[in-house]
T-cell receptor, first 114, second 115 residues
Framework: AQSVTQLGSHVSVSEGALVLLRCNYSSSVPPYLFWYVQYPNQGLQLLLKYTTGATLVKGINGFEAEFKKSETSFHLTKPSAHMSDAAEYFCAASRSGGYQKVTFGTGTKLQVIP | NAGVMQNPRHLVRRRGQEARLRCSPMKGHSHVYWYRQLPEEGLKFMVYLQKENIIDESGMPKERFSAEFPKEGPSILRIQQVVRGDSAAYFC?????????????FGPGTRLLVL
């Protein structure tokens, strides 16, 4: 069975600082990996996804993530945090074959300090 | 192209009542997924449906919960005899196809509060 672990339920960064949100997955077969963002009282918006090919994936709003098979990680980064990045971020994984059944991590709330 | 629509956005029910949550997928999408988000937790898969078929309901509680996606109209998640533990945000997602290459698009959710 798949599982997704996000280290740190709350992360605070200063505006302009590097954002690093950690995600590790557990799967016998490399899964497809996703990062979603959720603003208060809203649904989830896809930031980026990794399926196959290039391991460094660029997403919206300046975010990117790198798939590292050897570390079973898919950490999300952004070089310079903006106040509008304050939200909750979910890492997720699904099987690489068959239909989608997405497993979510427990989320990381990002606080951006002015 | 309108996104995934869910209604109501907020629903308050007393213990023992029924809750009906509706989801209209994006135009052209015939695959619907329901997830539940309990307070301070991530989303948990509940059920995957295609038109008129339940494909995977392994995440659904065995009692009181049911889902359907009729040929016409929205997908419905129905919770009978609600209890306080059912209070959560329920999200619907849709995709155009079933493969994992397809992106799931999420609705804004229905927040259910059971008094």
């Amino acid at each position: 069975a798949q599982s997704v672990t996000q280290l740190g339920s709350h992360v605070s960064v200063s505006e302009g600082a590097l954002v690093l949100l950690r995600c590790n997955y557990s799967s016998s077969v490399p899964p497809y990996l996703f990062w979603y963002v959720q603003y208060p009282n809203q649904g989830l918006q896809l930031l980026l996804k990794y399926t196959t090919g290039a391991t460094l994936v660029k997403g919206i709003n300046g975010f990117e993530a790198e798939f590292k098979k050897s570390e079973t990680s898919f950490h999300l980064t952004k070089p310079s945090a903006h106040m509008s990045d304050a939200a909750e971020y979910f890492c997720a994984a699904s099987r690489s074959g068959g239909y989608q059944k997405v497993t979510f991590g427990t989320g990381t709330k990002l606080q951006v300090i002015p | 192209n309108a996104g995934v629509m869910q209604n109501p956005r907020h629903l308050v029910r007393r213990r023992g009542q029924e809750a009906r949550l509706r989801c209209s997928p994006m135009k052209g999408h015939s695959h619907v997924y329901w997830y539940r988000q309990l307070p301070e937790e991530g989303l948990k898969f509940m059920v995957y449906l295609q038109k008129e078929n339940i494909i995977d309901e392994s995440g659904m509680p065995k009692e009181r919960f049911s889902a359907e996606f009729p040929k016409e109209g929205p997908s419905i998640l129905r919770i009978q005899q609600v209890v306080r533990g059912d209070s959560a945000a329920y999200f619907c997602a849709s995709s155009p196809g079933e493969t994992t290459q397809e992106t799931q698009y999420f609705g804004p959710g229905t927040r259910l509060l059971v008094l």
